[in-house]
């Protein structure tokens, strides 16, 4: 039973951060209606740059701060200077602009910084928490922050003039243009927003997976994984979903005969497929209806 418990809990943990990577994907995909392949790496470039400021003496809270308004701000420039050209474009040429996008910070990041693994501080400490042996204080902070940020933007999204225009550019752009919204700006804070919180995944798995250019790479497939299971429409889906493949890929690798380390990531494009096919809306989704 102490078993079973553990897996939940360190399940929920890793969870937390595929929660906001899914957070992230989900955002970007309301607001130009494609997946962003590079998520992944753009976080990985925030956590760079998060733990170069801490090379050059900034406190870790101060380089969170900053390191989420730069976030932010790459997120808007990247949407004005390669997507929004694109936006009338074919799906292919914004997957082809996708994966350039993930080559070029990908290598960026290995020229500045190499490729070499790096220590990647916690400021929430590796103990455990509350005496208990089940789980440390920085998966419990993971799990916190995660929490918190959820609740922020409940908040914005249902609370503040931006949070709702943000809504309606996604829901219905045309209706948001007829009332006086700036949808395409709409959709560049979107970017930035995404672009933040991914940048808040990237600084929390760092410590727990250590800090180097591919490091990403499987977090961002648990990420959609999460979001399709979630459902792509819908940000609590998203959250909800991140715990749910987290709490799966733990149980998976303990009790199911043959499944280590090596086998999770199918698991989790195993489950995309599945719930493609079952559910392809996701949990808690809204299924698109077109009228012909």
């Known amino acids: 039973m102490e078993l079973f418990t553990n897996q939940i809990l360190a399940g929920i943990a890793t969870g937390a951060i595929y929660a906001c990577m899914a957070l992230a994907v989900v955002m970007i995909y309301q607001a130009i209606d494609h997946l962003n392949f590079a998520q992944g790496e753009m976080a990985m470039f925030s956590t760079f740059i998060s733990w170069q400021l801490m090379q050059w003496g900034v406190p870790y809270w101060g380089a ?3 390191t989420l308004a730069l976030s932010f701000a790459g997120g808007i420039a990247i949407e004005r200077l390669l997507f929004k050209p694109l936006a009338k474009a074919p799906i292919l040429t914004n997957v082809a602009g996708f994966i350039a996008l993930f080559a070029i910070i990908n290598s960026v990041a290995g020229l500045i910084w190499d490729f070499t693994i790096k220590q990647y501080p916690t400021p929430f400490g590796s103990y455990p928490f509350l005496g208990s042996q089940l789980i440390s204080t920085h998966q419990a902070g993971m799990i916190g922050v995660t929490v918190l940020l959820l609740l922020a933007l409940y908040f914005f999204f249902q609370f503040t003039r931006i949070g709702l225009a943000m809504r309606a550019a996604a829901s219905v ?8 919204v700036n949808t395409s700006w709409m959709i560049a804070l979107g970017w930035g927003m995404a672009a933040a919180i991914g940048s808040i995944a990237g600084m929390l798995i760092a410590p727990v997976v250590f ?33 749910l493949v987290g709490i799966f890929e733990n149980l998976a ?24 096919v079952v559910k392809p809306a996701g949990l808690f989704g809204r299924p698109i209806v077109k009228r012909v």
Do not use: C, D, H, Q
């Open 173 to 180: 752009p045309e209706s948001a243009r007829l009332v006086g």
């Open 253 to 276: 690798g303990t009790y199911i005969p043959g499944v280590g380390n090596e086998l999770k990531l199918p698991i989790a494009l195993a489950l995309i497929i599945t719930v493609l």
């Open 64 to 66: 969170f701060i900053i």
């Open 211 to 243: 800090l180097e250019p591919n490091m990403m790479g499987g977090v961002l497939i648990y990420g959609f994984a999460a979001a399709v299971l979630g459902g792509l429409t819908s940000p609590l889906g998203a959250v909800v979903g991140g715990f």
